[in-house]
């Protein structure tokens, strides 16, 4: 069993920064791939990033490419979300997911969800 919190989440200007944490209980997690999702109020979840186990893959959604890293620690069983030039379209829950069983950017395949953080980006 994995259990996963996210922290980093907060208010902040257009243009800004910030950098997401995902810190999860469980010695599997490192064998995991993990994924980054949002949602705003009336809509479904959507891909953001996601990285394999090893973190010598990952990929982005096409709206935070160039701008969003996704990096893990395996020893420190955290992934990050580091998030530059930040738009107020970006302004949604964050949420960190693992262990998906088929497309990384499918959020119904994944096992693990923590609980979220709200990212609010003001214009």
């Known amino acids: 069993q994995v259990q996963l919190v996210e922290s980093g989440g907060g208010l902040v200007q257009a243009g800004g920064s910030l950098r997401l944490s995902c810190a999860a209980s469980?010695?599997?997690?490192?064998?995991?791939?993990v994924g980054w999702f949002r949602q705003v109020p009336g809509k479904e979840r959507g891909f953001v990033a996601a990285i394999s186990w090893s973190g010598g893959s990952t990929w982005y959604a096409d709206s935070v490419k160039g701008r969003f890293t996704i990096s893990r620690d395996n020893a420190k069983n955290t992934v990050y979300l580091q998030m530059n030039s930040l738009k107020p379209e970006d302004t949604a829950v964050y949420y960190c997911?693992?262990?998906?069983?088929?497309?990384?950017?499918?959020?119904?395949?994944?096992?693990?969800w923590g609980p979220g953080t709200q990212v609010t980006v003001s214009s």
């Open positions: 469980g010695r599997m997690f490192s064998t995991y791939a």
């Open positions: 997911t693992a262990n998906p069983r088929g497309s990384v950017t499918t959020q119904a395949v994944y096992d693990y």
